[in-house]
């Protein structure tokens, strides 16, 4: 195997309003087998306030995929530099990617690990077994917390505050991670970005168009706006609808009177856009494929970000071909490039090492079945058995991915203390943090570190 890295560097930033020095440091981690054999590798992307304390706050974030670096998190929302994506309605990042200094770089309040899991990044695997192993949600929970009760043991932090901030997969990670993590480690908050907890043996028990409605009215809404409400009011009124007339009509099918049928259907067209002869040969009922390509007819809309539309035709890959989604499409290339630039140019470490960004095979081939997860109820006992343990929940409204109404209905359905929970839905994405909303997400996000009310 290549020798493990190894590498820090001494910074300056400006964070709260005032200078702050730092160690970045670059570090691979080993995952032994039983018998002490270098099995595979996970690297972390360090931020430590100096001089070093040792019982300030840590926050620990990882993307999602699963099979994905920290790429976006680092670069969008976490890291010292970082790209200014745009707003959809006034242009996306564009070449050549540029990358800035991170304004709300939230180093003055908690240092910051970022880190890349098994198979991504400079991260290696040695063995055909360790991608069984590691590959799948019990044992990629359980070489997280290898990793963080390591890095904690070589800078002594056992008296910090440790902070889980995972996206999109990465929230089913906060969980499984949190239920597998030392007892001697302090967790005090989990931080869901693009919450969806429900895969593997999780099971949600609606109708996915009943519990999604707010997500398809926020994309309708913006896409054909015209004699409608503002947003927040137009999203009350879907909720409503949801809830009552529309989830009434699907269960009661055939037997629904012809006079309540067209007017649920009249409504149902109003709060989603989608075609009337598709809503009625389909009994009401649309997939979330159907939506992203009826919404905007001639156009496909994103699922990670609704706002940002791509046209469909011969030169677009087949529907739900990721690598030509319209918003990783649009905004992708600007973070693939901005982890050489920061790299190279920033900090000035260059490995002779291949970077993965994501992978395919990784998520195609996960285990959501291992250690018997559910995920669904994992968080519930986290917070009964941890009475100090608080939760903050990040999505955005035009994400139809890990919608904001997944939210609604988990806390509607688990027993998560209210005191102990903070919940936001902003004008966003999938990826919260992507324009104006960015400010708006590191001010909660620096409220809830500080635990400030």
């Known amino acids: 195997m290549q020798e493990l890295l190894r590498y820090k560097t001494a910074q300056q930033a400006v964070a709260g309003g005032h200078k702050v020095d730092y160690v970045a440091t670059i570090e691979e981690f080993p995952l032994r087998t039983s018998s002490g054999e270098i099995e595979a590798t996970m690297v972390t992307y360090s931020y430590i306030r100096q001089p070093e304390e040792s019982d300030r706050p840590i926050i620990f974030a990882y993307n999602g995929g699963p099979g994905s670096d920290s790429a976006w998190l680092h670069f969008g929302l976490l890291g010292p530099r970082r790209i200014e994506v745009g707003e959809p309605e006034e242009g996306l990042v564009d070449f050549p990617y540029e990358l800035q200094d991170n304004e709300e770089f939230l180093i003055d309040i908690c240092d910051i690990v970022l880190i890349d899991p098994v198979g991504t990044g400079f991260t290696q695997v040695l063995t055909e077994e360790a991608k069984h192993k590691y590959y799948g949600v019990q044992g990629d929970a359980e070489s997280f917390a290898r990793l963080i009760e390591n890095w904690i043991a070589q800078h002594s932090r056992w008296d910090a505050s440790v902070y889980l901030l995972g996206e999109s997969y990465g929230t089913i990670r906060n969980v499984a991670l949190a239920d597998v993590l030392p007892k001697a480690i302090h967790l005090a908050g989990i931080i869901s970005v693009g919450t969806s907890f429900n895969v593997g043996l999780s099971e949600l028990h609606v109708e996915p168009c009943v519990r999604r409605m707010e997500a398809y009215a926020a994309a309708a809404w913006y896409h054909h706006r015209e004699n409608k409400p503002p947003l927040a009011e137009h999203l009350q ?55 992203v390509q009826m919404v905007c007819p001639g156009e496909e809309v994103s699922v990670y970000d609704a706002r940002i539309k791509a046209p469909t035709g011969p030169d677009r890959k087949a529907a739900g071909d990721m690598n030509d989604e319209p918003q990783t499409a649009a905004v992708g290339p600007a973070f693939a490039a901005a982890v050489f630039k920061y790299l190279y140019n920033n900090l000035k470490f260059m490995p002779d090492r291949q970077y993965r960004q994501k992978s395919l095979e990784i998520a195609v081939g996960w285990d959501y079945q291992s250690g018997g997860i559910n995920t669904m109820d994992l968080l519930e006992r986290l917070m009964r058995r941890k009475p100090d343990l608080r939760v903050f929940f990040v999505n955005g409204l035009f994400d139809l991915q890990s919608t904001a109404d997944f939210v609604t209905y988990y806390l509607a359905q688990y027993e998560i203390p209210g005191e102990r929970t903070l919940v936001r839905a902003y004008e966003s994405g999938h990826m919260t943090y992507f324009g104006k909303p960015f400010y708006t997400l590191t001010r909660d996000l620096r409220r809830f570190i500080i635990n400030e009310e």
């Not at 009661?252 to 309540?260: D, I, V």
């Open 237 to 291: 009124q879907a909720h409503q609808f949801a809830y009552t007339d529309y989830a009434k009509a699907l269960l009661w099918g055939s037997q629904l009177p012809l006079a309540e049928y067209e007017q649920t259907l009249k409504q149902l067209q109003y709060f989603t856009a989608m075609p009337e002869s598709h809503l009625r040969r389909n009994h009401l009922r649309f997939s979330e494929r159907d939506f």
